[in-house]
């Protein structure tokens, strides 16, 4: 062989064979790395994904709130308009009621004082009708 001034190699077989061992690892170890890299960027394009899901959701739920909310201040200007114009209609329903019950209750009292005086004046019986009886009625009692 011609020397062309390389001189003596620097290394030996062992070392080349250390080398190409080391490099061999590192090209495995860079393989890995990559396969990882790809699993970590889907991870991050579905937790994206995701993320814009749920954002969406929140906006439909805040929509949603925004429109209950609308519906329930309707209400509750409906319940005072409500209350500011039946509540005297209501005042005057309870003391019709109130007066209807205190006539009435004057009416039942009257009509047993007037059934006293049918038995007493003409020997009227209300259970029932005698063959001799001369005063005709039907036997009624206010409840």
């Known amino acids: 062989m011609a020397d062309r001034g390389l001189g003596k190699p620097v290394t030996g077989p062992l070392q080349n064979a250390a080398a190409v061992q080391t490099a061999s690892g590192i090209a495995g170890t860079i393989g890995n790395l990559e396969r990882k890299l790809k699993e970590i960027e889907a991870d991050i394009r579905a937790d994206l994904q995701g993320k814009q899901e749920y954002e969406n959701m929140i906006d439909r739920l805040k929509r949603k709130k925004a429109d209950h909310e609308k519906i329930i201040a309707q209400k509750e200007k409906y319940i ?19 007066e209807i019950n205190s006539l009435y209750g004057d009416a039942k009292e009257k009509h047993a004082k007037g059934i006293i005086l049918l038995i007493e004046d003409f020997a009227y019986h209300p259970a029932f009708k005698r063959w001799s009886d001369t005063f005709t009625a039907i036997p009624f009692k206010p409840a």
């Open 80 to 98: 005072k308009e409500f209350d500011a114009d039946i509540k005297p209609f209501v005042q005057k329903y309870q003391g019709l009621v109130t």
